[in-house]
């Protein structure tokens, strides 16, 4: 259920600086034609001179620049886009994955098998914005993002953001920000990395999280140290690694370091569906305690997260590996397969990790006999490296939903727990349910649940019951 507020709850969230609404509205200050996040320190205006977006983008094409001072790009997104069609929120994952290849609009419509003018017309009825609109706000995000946290120069700057030109980039820039590029650079001494703070809307359970990390974290690819969680990576051509660590003011730190010039924002698109740094925890609550079976577990489990996952690939590698095992049993069999099939990584001898997860032509290449796993498991592995390599199956979220599980249901070996859990963690679907799975339904017939009470929250709601069956222990 979406929530829906007017403007005077907007103004009263805003006055008193709520951090649960950061990034659900956005405030336009008519006299000064700027608009901030609800938590901006600036001094308030009256109700009568403000004007209330719910998509940054709608503050912008309404002619509105951005407060420099509590900065809306670095606002938390929408969840999942809830209250858009599947069609709008494949578009906006497209722009994230592909904005360094220039795909234009078009060519995102073609992608979507509709016309240019009915992409555009979905836009402004569920966002209100354009599609043109959202892609330049978004490479205009990593430019600023750019500028404050690397050492590149404007012009890397500007091509890794998406522009095609400098010219073009500095004219955008200047006509979101008022004023040019190189005012907002800043000397960067992180050699070939950057680092960054991403926001997300408390309460957040970054124990819970680092927690289920920590169960499945595969040796020399991932490390948890005191408060922080490491990882090596891969997309494309692009390797890389990164630290996560709690910081102030709801936000987590990250430090990147790539082997060479990456695209920032479908990283940073990956960083925040591993930490579920887009969820509404008060929206996912407030739905939630409506069941009122549940609602005395809800106290004791603040900040739900659904842990997601690097790589589509990954998760579903792992899925398959944990079926009908521990998770200890799994995590042993996925250091094996790392060990015989991952790359060694080669870019920073510092570091204390030393392979990355196979891609899916690193599992098609080599033999996964004598490691732990049944042939039936070996050859349903192969079946979805296969399937990945040959792009018949894609788990990024641009596809369709409904025929990416289709597809997945295809191959021998996976059934509904697996693609439901694949949903849950690779595709961000906040209302994927693995029905058939005993702890759930133990928890369910227990305590006579219902889970259409759920809808659309029920991946939240099986992390809820998995950590009460635990006792914390994800």
Same mark, same amino acid.
């Given at each position: 259920?979406?929530?829906?507020?007017?403007?005077?709850?907007?103004?009263?969230?805003?006055?008193?600086?709520?951090?649960?609404?950061?990034?659900?509205?956005?405030?336009?200050?008519?006299?000064?034609?700027?608009?901030?996040?609800?938590?901006?320190?600036?001094?308030?205006?009256?109700?009568?001179?403000?004007?209330?977006?719910?998509?940054?983008?709608?503050?912008?094409?309404?002619?509105?620049?951005?407060?420099?001072?509590? @900065?809306?790009?670095? &606002?938390?997104?929408?969840?999942?886009?809830?209250?858009?069609?599947?069609?709008?929120?494949?578009?906006?994952?497209?722009?994230?994955?592909?904005?360094?290849?220039?795909?234009?609009?078009?060519?995102?419509?073609?992608?979507?098998?509709?016309?240019? *003018?009915?992409?555009?017309?979905?836009?402004?009825?569920?966002?209100?914005?354009?599609?043109?609109?959202?892609?330049?706000?978004? $490479? %205009?995000?990593?430019?600023?993002?750019?500028?404050?946290?690397?050492?590149?120069?404007?012009?890397?700057?500007?091509?890794?953001?998406?522009?095609?030109?400098?010219?073009?980039?500095?004219?955008?820039?200047?006509?979101?920000?008022?004023?040019?590029?190189?005012?907002?650079?800043?000397?960067?001494?992180?050699?070939?990395?950057?680092?960054?703070?991403?926001?997300?809307?408390?309460?957040?359970?970054?124990?819970?999280?680092?927690?289920?990390?920590?169960?499945?974290?595969?040796?020399?690819?991932?490390?948890?140290?005191?408060?922080?969680?490491?990882?090596?990576?891969?997309?494309?051509?692009?390797?890389?690694?990164?630290?996560?660590?709690?910081?102030?003011?709801?936000?987590?730190?990250?430090?990147?370091?790539?082997?060479?010039?990456?695209?920032?924002?479908?990283?940073?698109?990956?960083?925040?569906?591993?930490?579920?740094?887009? &969820?509404?925890?008060?929206?996912?609550?407030?739905?939630? $305690?409506?069941?009122?079976?549940?609602?005395?577990?809800?106290?004791?489990?603040?900040?739900? @997260?659904?842990?997601?996952?690097?790589?589509?690939?990954?998760?579903?590698?792992?899925?398959?590996?944990?079926?009908?095992?521990?998770?200890?049993?799994? *995590?042993?069999?996925?250091? @094996?397969?790392?060990?015989?099939c991952g790359e060694k990584q080669s870019f920073d001898q510092s570091l204390q990790l030393?392979?990355?997860?196979?891609?899916? $032509?690193?599992?098609?290449?080599?033999?996964?006999?004598?490691?732990?796993?049944? @042939?039936?498991?070996?050859?349903?592995?192969?079946?979805?490296?296969?399937?990945?390599?040959?792009?018949?199956?894609?788990?990024?979220?641009?596809?369709?939903?409904?025929?990416?599980?289709?597809?997945?249901?295809?191959?021998?070996?996976?059934?509904?727990?697996?693609?439901?859990?694949?949903?849950?963690?690779?595709?961000?679907?906040?209302?994927?349910?693995?029905?058939?799975? %005993?702890?759930?339904?133990?928890?369910?017939?227990q305590l006579q649940l219902n889970p259409k009470n759920w809808i659309p929250w029920r &991946?939240?709601?099986?992390?809820?019951?998995w950590n009460i069956q635990t006792k914390g222990t994800i």
């Amino acid at each position: 259920m979406q929530e829906t507020y007017n403007h005077k709850e907007f103004y009263r969230a805003h006055l008193a600086r709520d951090p649960r609404f950061d990034g659900k509205f956005f405030v336009a200050v008519k006299s000064t034609m700027i608009y901030c996040r609800p938590i901006c320190p600036a001094r308030k205006a009256k109700l009568k001179n403000l004007t209330f977006y719910t998509h940054a983008a709608q503050a912008e094409e309404a002619g509105f620049r951005p407060c420099l001072r509590c @900065r809306p790009e670095t &606002a938390p997104g929408s969840p999942a886009w809830i209250g858009t069609s599947s069609t709008v929120q494949r578009a906006i994952r497209m722009m994230e994955y592909f904005i360094l290849e220039g795909l234009s609009i078009k060519a995102i419509a073609t992608k979507l098998g509709i016309g240019e *003018r009915w992409l555009r017309e979905l836009f402004q009825e569920q966002v209100g914005a354009s599609p043109q609109t959202i892609l330049i706000s978004k $490479k %205009l995000d990593i430019a600023r993002n750019l500028l404050d946290n690397s050492s590149l120069s404007i012009t890397e700057i500007a091509l890794s953001s998406g522009f095609q030109s400098i010219r073009r980039f500095n004219d955008a820039f200047k006509i979101r920000f008022g004023k040019p590029p190189n005012v907002f650079k800043k000397n960067t001494s992180l050699e070939g990395g950057l680092r960054f703070q991403l926001s997300y809307r408390p309460p957040y359970a970054w124990d819970n999280v680092l927690r289920f990390l920590n169960n499945r974290a595969i040796v020399g690819v991932e490390f948890i140290e005191e408060n922080s969680y490491q990882r090596l990576f891969t997309y494309g051509d692009i390797q890389g690694w990164f630290q996560a660590k709690p910081a102030r003011n709801n936000k987590i730190a990250f430090e990147v370091k790539v082997n060479k010039n990456a695209n920032i924002l479908e990283l940073i698109t990956r960083l925040k569906n591993i930490f579920d740094l887009d &969820a509404d925890p008060m929206a996912i609550e407030n739905d939630l $305690k409506n069941d009122k079976k549940l609602k005395p577990f809800l106290a004791n489990q603040k900040g739900l @997260r659904i842990v997601g996952a690097w790589d589509g690939f990954e998760l579903a590698v792992r899925a398959i590996v944990g079926q009908k095992i521990s998770v200890s049993a799994a *995590r042993t069999v996925l250091g @094996r397969i790392v060990n015989r099939c991952g790359e060694k990584q080669s870019f920073d001898q510092s570091l204390q990790l030393e392979r990355f997860f196979p891609t899916p $032509k690193d599992i098609l290449n080599e033999d996964l006999s004598n490691l732990g796993l049944t @042939r039936y498991k070996i050859e349903t592995l192969k079946q979805l490296a296969a399937a990945i390599e040959n792009k018949t199956l894609i788990l990024d979220g641009t596809a369709c939903f409904e025929d990416t599980c289709q597809k997945l249901l295809s191959i021998k070996g996976i059934g509904s727990w697996t693609v439901e859990y694949i949903a849950m963690r690779a595709l961000k679907n906040p209302n994927a349910f693995p029905e058939t799975d %005993l702890v759930l339904q133990k928890k369910i017939s227990q305590l006579q649940l219902n889970p259409k009470n759920w809808i659309p929250w029920r &991946a939240y709601a099986a992390i809820l019951l998995w950590n009460i069956q635990t006792k914390g222990t994800i």
